[in-house]
């Protein structure tokens, strides 16, 4: 992972008050170096936040689960008073044990945005300065390692956080960064960009690794990369259904209508646009084409559907607050605040999403390779040659493209396994079941990846096959030059 390099800040400022976060704000954040500022509304918060946990210390006579006692199985040892500020940087360090290859850097850059909109509510108890410093650490470039395995989900992504916290950390060491490029000792990274380590004091480790951050931000990149592949999928589509010179009425509003499922008709709505003034559609004496045609709006509909669930969950998740303990200011029953302990940290919501944003995605991958496979068999592309090649034989054509296509659609049935029915008990059995979200996030990120292919794929199959099409003929394809395609991602 690199860092970009000295790259100036882009557009408005994008202000974070813990509850109005999009996820375009966070790919935008994460893909760009957009600056990222904290609203004055949350600073109050966490302020006030704050002094109710230093008079909670001070007080002596409240035991405040993270605060002043161990951690999971052990959250009935008292700390000492005068421990409690050395138990942040004990836990980081025993949290901080990751493996695997390094998250990209537009991953930990969501990361730290979506983290520092959590401590943005102020529930968190954590001071002023500790969020400042993540956001100048998000705004100069530094960008913590933070390997990609490690998390259960619950309590949060724990490992990952905590490789963040190493960072940010004075209080402990081995943290790694990437500043301009270079991979170095966070310590080195921070003092380059000009950015003090804080010395964390009692509540702010579990304040900053207690969450499902990294997994929700997996999710809202992955999200945001699987809405423009659907747009994608309907175009390769449409262009398919031209060059198999295809049947129109599979695409009918009356049809669509008829079952009343939004994506649906909304995607058969969508290739009947882009196909609009086709002289190769309909021009056969077929009756009704195959599945992977026909059925397309039906498959490619469904993940519509399944994608704006998957929004609704992860617009919710990058503005709540997932800590554990709460700090509520005022409780509405009594007008008292309390630290409540709870269980917000489980990422269950975002492992359901990220499994059914796996399955919805892999399906839209495997139709597309179908309809690859029909592009290429001259038994089946209605007077194409094979393999989209003249002297075929001599020629192999896209043949192996297929072979690829094949392979990513293969590669997608194991990895779009739901990771949300696995659990595995942790911490003596105090955590005993946990959601495994951020490996159904990576999983689903890898899915958006391999489904990009394979769309690829099936837009040069039917763009070789539309050559052949209008080879010699006076009239021309409606819609399929470059430029024409980059249109269509914008009406679709």
């Known amino acids: 992972m690199e860092s970009r390099k000295d790259e100036p800040h882009h557009g408005i400022p994008l202000l974070i008050d813990g509850n109005t976060l999009s996820i375009e704000d966070v790919v935008l954040a994460a893909r760009s170096r957009r600056e990222v500022q904290l609203s004055d509304r949350a600073r109050e918060r966490i302020e006030d936040s704050r002094a109710w946990v230093d008079r909670v210390i001070s007080e002596g006579k409240l035991s405040v689960y993270g605060l002043n006692t161990g951690y999971g199985a052990l959250a009935n040892v008292s700390i000492a008073r005068e421990d409690v500020d050395t138990l942040p940087g004990n836990m980081i360090m025993s949290h901080a044990v990751g493996v695997g290859d390094p998250l990209p850097e537009e991953v930990v850059r969501a990361t730290m945005l979506i983290r520092a909109n959590t401590l943005a509510k102020g529930y968190s108890g954590i001071r002023l300065l500790v969020l400042e410093t993540l956001l100048r650490m998000l705004n100069e470039g530094v960008q913590p390692l933070i390997p990609e395995k490690g998390s259960l989900g619950a309590s949060g992504d724990l490992a990952p956080l905590a490789h963040l916290a190493l960072a940010l950390s004075r209080t402990t060491d081995g943290g790694q960064a990437y500043y301009r490029g270079k991979l170095m000792s966070a310590e080195e990274a921070m003092s380059q960009a000009g950015i003090p380590q804080v010395d964390l004091v009692a509540k702010e480790g579990l304040a900053l690794i207690n969450g499902s951050t990294a997994s929700a931000a997996l999710a809202a990149l992955a999200l945001h990369d699987a809405e423009m592949l659907v747009k994608n999928a309907e175009i390769a589509l449409a262009m398919s259904l031209e060059a198999l010179r295809g049947v129109s009425d599979a695409f009918h509003e009356s049809v669509h209508a008829a079952r009343g499922l939004d994506g649906q008709q909304r995607s058969a709505a969508n290739v009947r646009l882009l196909t609009e003034g086709s002289q ?164 689903a990120r890898e899915i958006v990846k391999n489904v990009e292919q394979i769309v690829a794929i099936e837009m040069l199959c039917a763009a070789q096959a539309l050559d052949f099409r209008y080879e010699g003929l006076t009239f021309s394809s409606p819609t399929w030059r470059q430029d024409e395609i980059t249109g269509a991602q914008t009406v679709v």
């Open 280 to 443: 190769l559609i309909d021009s056969t004496n077929r009756v009704q084409d195959a599945y992977s045609l026909r059925c397309a709006p039906q498959v490619i509909g469904a993940a519509r559907d399944v994608l704006s669930f998957v929004r609704y969950v992860v617009s919710k998740e990058i503005n709540a607050a997932t800590d554990n303990p709460l700090i509520v200011l005022e409780l509405p029953e009594s007008r008292e605040n309390k630290a409540i302990s709870c269980g917000n940290f489980h990422g269950e919501p975002l492992a359901l999403a990220m499994d059914m944003l796996s399955i919805a995605v892999a399906e839209i991958g495997s139709i597309s390779e179908r309809r690859s496979f029909r592009l290429l068999d001259h038994t089946l592309n209605t007077g194409l040659p094979c393999m989209l090649v003249e002297d075929s034989g001599l020629n192999s054509g896209l043949m192996m493209a297929q072979y690829t296509a094949a392979a990513l659609v293969s590669d997608n049935k194991t990895l779009a396994h739901p990771d949300s029915v696995d659990s595995i008990p942790t911490s003596a059995d105090q955590e005993d079941h946990v959601s495994m979200s951020m490996n159904a996030a990576r999983h």
